[in-house]
């Protein structure tokens, strides 16, 4: 059986590695904005949630014409602050504004979770779950912001922020689960794993 990871993360795949599956890598190229754009008022969990099933599902064909036996996993993940859903900020500017809204204060970090189940080259069961951890940012000094933000890292990514790398200098802590911070979070991976029927043990490379 393949596990494949829907996603072009390089922070999902070292979680995965780390914790012992070598995964097919399958970008999805969705466009998350136009997914969202389809929701009607949807709860931050609900969001993050139906943008990692629409990936999942975006690489189904190409994943069945060439693994028979695999399960899918698609993520996506966003910062709750002030009732907005941030994702990846795009460009400095963005980055710039977001860094001054949370800095010194708490986020939510959601991340959504879709496995897929195929069987015989066919989709056989689905199972979805988001998790929320919550991010106490430090402080920062105008200098700080800009030295981080000229790093690229936080461009990129959701919340403008990162857990393993430059941005960890920048956290004061979490209260949830910190591989779901990173972009895949393994207990919630475990059980939606579990609900279509695979173990995550079979999965862990020799």
């Not at 997914?35 to 975006?58: F, N, R, S």
């Not at 795009?90 to 897929?116: C, F, I, N, S, Y």
């Not at 991976?189 to 579990?194: D, F, H, K, M, P």
């Amino acid at each position: 059986m393949r596990f494949v990871l829907a996603s072009q993360s390089p922070a999902r795949l070292g979680v995965l590695r780390a914790a012992g599956i070598e995964p097919s890598v399958v970008v999805s190229g969705v466009d998350e904005d136009a997914v969202a754009a389809t929701l009607t008022d949807p709860t931050p969990g609900e969001l993050v949630t139906a943008l990692a099933a629409a990936k999942a599902e975006a690489v189904l064909a190409t994943v069945a014409g060439t693994h028979a036996d695999a399960v899918i996993v698609g993520c996506d993940s966003m910062l709750s602050i002030d009732g907005e859903m941030l994702g990846k900020p795009g460009t400095p500017e963005v980055a710039r504004k977001r860094w001054l809204q949370q800095a010194g204060r708490t986020g939510d970090l959601l991340t959504g979770h879709a496995v897929l189940r195929l069987e015989n080259g066919e989709p056989t069961r689905r199972a979805t779950g988001s998790h929320t951890t919550h991010v106490r940012f430090a402080g920062m000094s105008p200098d700080e912001i800009e030295a981080y933000i000229a790093t690229g890292e936080p461009l990129n990514v959701a919340g403008a922020f990162t857990l393993d790398g430059f941005g960890g200098w920048f956290v004061e802590g979490i209260d949830g689960d910190p591989s779901s911070v990173i972009g895949i979070s393994l207990p919630l991976t475990r059980r939606l794993l579990a609900e279509v029927g695979v173990s995550v043990i079979d999965l862990w490379a020799a």
